[in-house]
């Protein structure tokens, strides 16, 4: 019998993709990784705080994703679908190649035809219910995350249930590790500009992530989650590594450390253009003193 995945994967994604001049095998890549995705939170999906922190990082991109009812919905949409090997087709060619395109062949426009689609069809169905008819994914790629990544979990969760700030203690048995950062060192890579879904720390990201782990630097700062990347891997490894060096993770919106979270009250848009960036440094609005201070130092 089949469930909602299914059901999503069968009648509305398939048929939009191949319509996008996508061959059998990349149109089969891109469905099983959005099917394992969608797949592992639905799994899940009754287990509210588990749920609300996975859908964290996509709930700035989701605020402004249309149709715009319904914030858990269009954050599942975000992170099941957005965020996954849909991005490889549609940003740069060495990852078109990689996925075995030529080109990429799916266009921003493409793109939220797809998750405008998949907004409207998952809308129709209370997904409480639906949820139980899931498996769990034989490749599940958010089992290993609280585990992995403990700090950056414990932080978004608290993020979760945060409307304008929290102070917490620091779970004891969540210690400073050291994460062994894989670092991508091709410099026509960096050139090419890496896919959202690369695992791999690139040279610049790595660079800076070393002043923040040397002192150098006393924050990380970045436009938005999506900016550092689309696969939650990487941006949970580059949030825990900034913990372990106890320093804040801050973005336009959201300031991350041990022990404090706070957020914007109205969420901004995350720029699509790193033009944009300078305007909403300087939208100070609604914000807590640290995070405040940190974006007035970047202006």
Known sequence: ???????????????????????????????????????????????????????????????????????????????????????????????????????????????????????????????????????????????????KYPLAWEVMNYLSKCKTYVNFQKDKKHSISHLNCETNNDKNIEIENQSGMDSKIGPSLNEILETVKSGEQSFFFTDSFKAISRNPEKLYKVIETVLNADAPFVTINYYLSNGYVSRRPSLLKPFHDAREIESKLKNTEGLKANHRKILKQLV
């Open 1 to 147: 019998m089949s469930n909602i995945v299914d059901l999503y994967i069968e009648n509305n994604f398939i048929p939009l993709v191949n319509s996008l001049d996508a061959n059998q095998e990349v149109t089969s890549k891109i469905s099983i990784d959005i099917h394992n995705r969608l797949s592992s939170i639905l799994y899940r999906w009754r287990d509210e705080e588990y749920r609300n922190t996975l859908l964290m990082h996509g709930i700035e991109e989701a605020t402004y994703y249309q149709p715009g009812s319904n914030i858990g919905v269009n954050s599942l949409v975000v992170v099941g679908i957005r965020n996954s090997l849909l991005e490889d087709a549609a940003s740069t060619l060495l990852a078109a190649r990689g996925l075995g395109l030529t080109k990429p062949i799916i266009s921003d426009l493409q793109v939220r035809v797809i998750t405008s689609d998949a907004i409207s069809f998952l809308s129709k169905y209370d997904l409480n219910i639906k949820a139980q008819e899931v498996g769990k994914p034989q490749e599940d790629p958010f089992e290993e995350l609280p585990f």
